[in-house]
């Protein structure tokens, strides 16, 4: 779970069965882009640090796992960032937010960008916020489960990118569901269906109060957008 993410299809051969877990045979796009980030400010302190080596060994290796998700990880005829099989020697079929990922730490150019905010709009946008993934398993990180640091990745990647509108409606949805589920029960919570607006569920144990990661980036989404009315109709977008 190094980049966030529990039991999901993502990590399953059988998204069915707990018990087809393979997570070590899978390549995921989240924990690379998120280790590309990582690569590229090491170089930047190196630099400002005045060690000329240090900044070289890891601006190359951030430039080569770049190169090697353009390749392995870019899927352009659909238009996405895709989980690769080590074993099957071919990206994984499961559609997630991770995709996101790139344009979160400023890996994807303008035309994968654009790419991925389409297929946003269209697969990914649940009347509640950001689905976790296109399947629903049972698993917890899978849908109709939505996640506040998946909303956050997904906000931030689309407005840095040109899509701010698509990412404002992110964020109004997401803020919707939070606020009806706070209302049904009064507290804030872990996870959300986003499908329905109401409390999360699924996963090996039971839904947590809380929680650190909703309170954060509720606060920052209303922070950012003051005008953000979560009782306006769901709307389509263009």
């Known amino acids: 779970a190094e980049s966030g993410w529990d039991f999901s299809a993502r990590w399953l ?36 640090a005045g060690d000329g080596p240090c900044a070289w060994r890891f601006a190359g290796l951030a430039d080569a796992r770049k ?43 303008a035309r994968q960008a654009d790419a991925v905010a389409r297929l946003t709009r269209a697969r990914l946008l649940g009347e509640g916020g950001l689905r976790t993934t296109g399947i629903a398993s049972g698993q917890q990180w899978d849908s109709p489960n939505g996640w506040a640091p998946l909303q956050w990745a997904a906000v931030e990647g689309l407005a840095r990118n040109g ?8 964020a109004r949805r997401w803020i919707g569901t939070v606020d009806a589920a706070f209302r049904e029960t009064g507290k804030m919570l872990e996870k959300y269906d986003v499908e329905q607006r ?18 954060g980036v509720t606060a920052a989404l209303i922070d950012r957008w003051p005008d953000l009315d979560p009782d306006a109709p769901v709307r389509a977008l263009r």
């Open 198 to 215: 109401k409390p999360g569920g699924g996963g090996e144990y039971p839904l947590q109060d809380g929680f650190g990661w909703t309170n």
């Open 163 to 170: 899509h701010a509108a698509l990412a404002k409606e992110v």
């Open 13 to 48: 051969a059988d998204p069915r069965r707990l018990a087809t877990v393979r997570t070590t045979q899978i390549v995921p796009v989240d924990l690379n882009s998120l280790l590309w980030r990582l690569e590229r400010s090491i170089a930047d302190r190196c630099r400002a």
């Open 67 to 109: 190169a090697a998700i353009d390749r392995w990880l870019w899927m352009p005829g659909e238009g996405r960032y895709a989980d690769w099989d080590r074993t099957r020697r071919r990206p994984t079929g499961i559609l997630s937010a991770a995709t996101l990922f790139p344009l979160f730490v400023g890996l994807s150019d």
